[in-house]
Each structure stands twice: as structure tokens, then as C-alpha cells.
């Protein structure tokens, strides 16, 4: 259990790294981290089917500005740890992983009060020159994300697994029912949260179109996919290079000073 927990703590610990020093890799969302917890703890099958339920839960969740969103990295790594290590699948996970996601997002408030200090203090040393002083204080931020997620993660696995699996398998079967009723409906929370950044009018039509491609077409998500990528190719190589050809063509018929008010 302790190389588990120390494996699983150092998935979170990287996780939360994605986007901060690697770059924007999708690392830290629950559909990649689902699997790997699942290579963890020998069941890979039941970690992509939770990480491809909490995707679809947090997949519109992003920190804009000074906000910060939910954990979704350690509350989607213990959820399907927890959920795997009790053998009560889905529901269990989703029970878990949103308060444990909103409990992590204080901890990482902290942290990024803490790392304001460094970053005056990689200006003092700017201005004195000093780049040993600047590269370190850089890097003690980064070292403080890795230990918000890896020493609870680590914790939690190490300490808490047996007694929040005895808990699980304590609960009733009806309560059990309520949470796998109630987690259906989350990941309908998801997809408006991502609706309601990026719908549109000219967006619309493809959203519908795909809506009845699996309606009434009965095409899986894999299908609809590649009809959507081919829609793009065509839309982006056919369609918008006769409309900048329109463009320059009405622009060229201008003469100066002219204004073409239709």
C-alpha cells in the first residue's frame, strides 16, 4: 500500500504541474489521471470508465483571472482510487471526488498566496542581479504544487483507504442508489458549465447536429467525432478561402476614400 500511495501521490504531484511547467499537456484531467490510478491499482478498465465520468463532470471547469476552480486533480485521483479500492464503482467515486476536489481547492488557495511573496522576491533579486535568487524563487512555487496535491494524495491512501472503504461498504444499498441517481446528473452540470462559455449562434447548428446525428442516427460518440473533423476540414480548406477571396475582391473595387456601407 505504501508504493501505491507513493505512486499515486506523485500522478497528483505532476498533475498539478501540467499547464504551470510542462505546458498545457492534459495531464491533470481525470480522464488521463483515471487511467493511470487504474494501472496503479491493477483494474485500468474501471479507472478509464471513472476518469471518463468525472471528464465529463469538471470538463468545463477553468480557472479565469484571480478564480480557482475545484481540484480536479486530487479530488479525480482519490475519487477513483477510493471507488476501485472499495469495489463500488462509479457512484462511489462521484460521491467522493467533487467534495474532495472542493475541500483540495482551499489548499491550493493557500499555496498561491504563499508563492505571492516569492514572486516580489524574484524582483528584488531581479533588480540586484541576482539570477541564482530569481531561479529559486521560481521554483520554490513549483515546489509547493507538487506538495499540495502529492502529501494529501499520499495521505489519504496511505491512512485513510482501509477506514473510507470499511465506511463505504457500511452504507446502505438504497443510499448507494441515490448516489449513482445523483452522479448521472452531474455530468449534465458539466456540459452546461462548458455551454455556457462556448455557445453561440454559429456554434449552435454543429451542437444540434450532433445532438441528432445520435438521436436519431444512432452513431456513437467515435463516429460523430470524424463527420465533425471532416465538417472542419471542409469548413476551414474550402469554405473560408473563398470568403477571404470575397473579401479582397470587394476590398480591391473600393476606391479611395469610398465607403461600402452594404
Same mark, same amino acid.
Request: proline share 4%; net charge negative; charged share 10%.
Given at each position: 500500500m505504501v508504493a501505491q500511495a507513493l505512486m499515486l501521490g506523485l500522478i497528483a504531484g505532476i498533475g498539478i504541474l501540467d499547464g504551470r511547467i510542462f505546458g498545457q499537456?492534459?495531464?491533470?484531467?481525470?480522464?488521463?489521471?483515471?487511467?493511470?490510478?487504474?494501472?496503479?491499482?491493477?483494474?485500468?478498465?474501471?479507472g478509464i470508465i471513472i476518469g471518463a465520468q468525472l471528464e465529463l463532470i469538471w470538463m468545463g471547469i477553468a480557472g479565469i483571472g484571480a478564480a480557482t476552480p475545484p481540484d480536479v486533480v486530487t479530488g479525480g485521483i482519490l475519487g477513483t482510487a477510493f471507488a476501485i479500492l472499495s469495489g463500488n464503482g462509479v457512484e462511489i467515486a462521484l460521491a467522493l471526488a467533487v467534495p474532495i476536489a472542493v475541500l483540495a481547492q482551499s489548499l491550493g488557495v493557500l499555496v498561491r498566496i504563499v508563492n505571492t511573496?516569492?514572486?516580489?522576491?524574484?524582483?528584488?533579486?531581479?533588480?540586484?542581479?541576482?539570477?541564482?535568487? &530569481?531561479?529559486?524563487?521560481?521554483?520554490?512555487?513549483?515546489?509547493?504544487?507538487?506538495?499540495?496535491?502529492?502529501?494529501?494524495?499520499?495521505?489519504?491512501i496511505l491512512i485513510g483507504a482501509d477506514k473510507v472503504t470499511n465506511l463505504i461498504n457500511s452504507i446502505p444499498a438504497v443510499v448507494l442508489e441515490g448516489l449513482k441517481?445523483?452522479?448521472?446528473?452531474?455530468?449534465?452540470?458539466?456540459?452546461?458549465?462548458?455551454?455556457?462559455?462556448?455557445?453561440?449562434?454559429? &456554434?449552435a447548428p454543429f451542437?444540434?447536429?450532433?445532438?441528432?446525428a445520435a438521436s436519431y442516427a444512432g452513431l456513437n460518440i467515435t463516429a460523430i467525432a470524424l463527420f465533425a473533423a471532416c465538417i472542419a476540414?471542409?469548413?476551414?480548406?474550402?469554405?473560408?478561402?473563398?470568403?477571404?477571396?470575397?473579401?479582397?475582391?470587394?476590398?480591391s473595387n473600393l476606391t479611395e476614400g469610398e465607403i461600402d456601407f452594404e
Amino acid at each position: 500500500m505504501v508504493a501505491q500511495a507513493l505512486m499515486l501521490g506523485l500522478i497528483a504531484g505532476i498533475g498539478i504541474l501540467d499547464g504551470r511547467i510542462f505546458g498545457q499537456m492534459m495531464f491533470d484531467r481525470p480522464l488521463v489521471t483515471g487511467m493511470l490510478v487504474g494501472i496503479v491499482l491493477g483494474d485500468v478498465e474501471q479507472g478509464i470508465i471513472i476518469g471518463a465520468q468525472l471528464e465529463l463532470i469538471w470538463m468545463g471547469i477553468a480557472g479565469i483571472g484571480a478564480a480557482t476552480p475545484p481540484d480536479v486533480v486530487t479530488g479525480g485521483i482519490l475519487g477513483t482510487a477510493f471507488a476501485i479500492l472499495s469495489g463500488n464503482g462509479v457512484e462511489i467515486a462521484l460521491a467522493l471526488a467533487v467534495p474532495i476536489a472542493v475541500l483540495a481547492q482551499s489548499l491550493g488557495v493557500l499555496v498561491r498566496i504563499v508563492n505571492t511573496y516569492f514572486a516580489h522576491k524574484a524582483d528584488d533579486f531581479a533588480k540586484e542581479a541576482n539570477f541564482k535568487g &530569481v531561479a529559486m524563487a521560481m521554483w520554490i512555487p513549483v515546489c509547493l504544487f507538487f506538495l499540495s496535491t502529492f502529501l494529501p494524495t499520499f495521505l489519504a491512501i496511505l491512512i485513510g483507504a482501509d477506514k473510507v472503504t470499511n465506511l463505504i461498504n457500511s452504507i446502505p444499498a438504497v443510499v448507494l442508489e441515490g448516489l449513482k441517481v445523483a452522479g448521472s446528473l452531474l455530468p449534465a452540470i458539466g456540459f452546461a458549465l462548458l455551454m455556457d462559455m462556448l455557445f453561440s449562434k454559429k &456554434v449552435a447548428p454543429f451542437f444540434f447536429l450532433g445532438f441528432l446525428a445520435a438521436s436519431y442516427a444512432g452513431l456513437n460518440i467515435t463516429a460523430i467525432a470524424l463527420f465533425a473533423a471532416c465538417i472542419a476540414i471542409i469548413l476551414h480548406f474550402y469554405i473560408e478561402p473563398k470568403r477571404q477571396e470575397d473579401i479582397v475582391s470587394v476590398q480591391s473595387n473600393l476606391t479611395e476614400g469610398e465607403i461600402d456601407f452594404e
